[in-house]
């Protein structure tokens, strides 16, 4: 099978990517076709995704665990460029774990997970959705419950404040009823 490999060097991981059938013209970096109904509405470990940005690219899903959290993740990438490399446009990710007890405990699992140095991290309080968030421009995370909290990251170079926040809103639990 012919393929590219991306690395996401942030999670450690590593997945094969097929060869995308769209091609890179002159007039664009990359190669994104509009979403599908499949990239439009899904789910994810629960959690509905209701919205998401024009332009993204096509979606994988990852799994792993970091310090007693375990992480879902779907990442949408476009690409290939004219040198083979697939871009990340946007992520979402659930979190679960005990050690994720309210907004302050996210925060600081966050940044022990993310390498930042504590109060250099420019945050903005947020409601997500009617959940309490953080906003640092190109992410924004928000605890949940006890145990489950919700990340969206977005490029910062292709898309906007308002699209990772419009995002992360329809990025909620499946309804129980």
């Not at 109904?37 to 332009?55: C, K, N, S, W």
């Not at 419009?166 to 129980?176: G, M």
């Amino acid at each position: 099978m012919t393929g590219s490999t991306v690395v996401l060097a942030s999670l450690g991981l590593s997945a094969a990517v097929p060869a995308s059938a769209h091609e890179v013209t002159a007039a664009s970096a990359y190669a994104a076709a509009p979403p599908s109904t499949e990239q439009r509405a899904d789910t994810l470990d629960g959690f509905v995704i209701g919205h998401l940005p024009e332009g993204i690219g096509r979606p994988s899903d990852f799994e792993y665990e970091w310090g007693d959290v375990s992480f879902h993740s779907r990442v949408w990438e476009t690409g290939p460029d004219a040198e083979g490399a697939y871009k990340v446009d946007l992520t979402v990710k659930t979190l679960r774990g005990e050690r994720l007890t309210d907004l302050e405990a996210l925060n600081k699992f966050l940044i022990e997970y993310e390498e930042k140095e504590p109060g250099s991290w420019q945050l903005t309080p947020v409601k997500v959705g009617g959940y309490d968030g953080l906003f640092a421009g190109d992410e924004v995370f928000y605890f949940i419950e006890p145990g489950v909290a919700a990340e969206v990251t977005v490029d910062p170079e292709r898309f906007t404040d308002e699209d990772v926040l419009d995002t992360a809103a329809e990025f909620r639990p499946e309804s129980k009823t």
